[in-house]
Nanobody, 128 residues
Framework: QVQLQESGGGLVQAGGSLRLSCAAS????????MGWFRQAPGKEREFVAA????????YYADSVKGRFTISRDNRKNTEYLQMNSLKPEDTALYYC?????????????????????WGQGTQVTVFS
């Protein structure tokens, strides 16, 4: 059983930066693919970024590519989302997600149904 806890959200002016963290507890974190999703009020949950268990493969939504960077530190059981050049449309509740995947490479990284474990979310609000 994996438990996830996000942190690092907050209120930031457009153009600013935030770094989200997701701390995981439980065994064999190194074999879990990790992802970030977000959900704005009145909208469906959408994919933001994902990273394979080794960190070798990273994936991004087109809307955040070039601005956000996902990373992980398996020694600390933690994944990160560095968000730069934030825009008001990035405002949402950001969720960390994890799933055990035997292969380091996977293709359905943007499907919420893939992930068995979810955090409670951390709010990011960007004002102009």
């Amino acid at each position: 059983q994996v438990q996830l806890q996000e942190s690092g959200g907050g209120l930031v002016q457009a153009g600013g930066s935030l770094r989200l963290s997701c701390a995981a507890s439980g065994p064999t974190f190194t074999r879990y693919a990790m992802g970030w999703f977000r959900q704005a009020p009145g909208k469906e949950r959408e994919f933001v970024a994902a990273i394979s268990w080794s960190g070798r493969f990273t994936y991004y939504a087109d809307s955040v590519k070039g601005r956000f960077t996902i990373s992980r530190d398996n020694r600390k059981n933690t994944e990160y989302l560095q968000m730069n050049s934030l825009k008001p449309e990035d405002t949402a509740l950001y969720y960390c997600a994890a799933d055990y995947i035997s292969s380091d490479y996977y293709t359905d990284y943007d499907d919420p149904a893939l992930y068995d474990y979810w955090g409670q979310g951390t709010q990011v609000t960007v004002f102009s």
